[in-house]
């Protein structure tokens, strides 16, 4: 047997989504109630159709990076921003558009991406210096 499936069976590894739990009682189980319930499952049932751990396990990833761009957004203050959807805004600077999405910490000014955006205000700041030294 291997030893990933022996860790399984002696409970250091979740039985539905392989996840490590940590520790070895002896027995199969699983890492929360979330991979229990989504098969109807308790510890002693023989295991079926792993396709319902995994859509369960992408459902729950799927959550979590929700919640996280959620919780960027939250964090960022878009006063004098327009949206065009809660993930994407917009801004008028030196009369161009500047587009920025905070989720993905990405801008675009004059079609130049502008990637890993920590502080909008400051990248504003600088295209409008930039632009002030231009000749015209």
Not at 29 to 45: F, M, P, V
Not at 52 to 61: A, I
Request: with cysteine; aromatic share 10%; proline share 2%.
């Amino acid at each position: 047997m291997g030893e990933i499936a022996e860790m399984m069976l002696d409970g250091t590894l979740c039985e539905c989504c392989g996840e490590y739990i940590g520790y070895d009682d002896g027995y199969p189980q699983y890492c929360s109630d979330d991979c229990a319930e989504g098969r109807g499952a308790t510890h002693h049932q023989e295991r079926s159709n792993q396709s319902d751990c995994k859509k369960l396990r992408e459902k729950n990833r799927k959550k979590r990076r929700a919640q996280k761009k959620l919780d960027i957004l939250k964090s960022q203050d878009h006063t004098g921003w327009g949206t065009h959807t809660e993930y994407h805004w917009y801004k008028t600077v030196c009369g161009l558009k500047l587009d920025f999405w905070p989720s993905g910490k990405k801008a675009m000014f004059n079609g130049v991406v502008y990637k890993n955006v920590e502080d909008i205000d400051e990248l504003v700041k600088a295209i409008k210096e930039n632009f002030m030294k231009e000749p015209k």
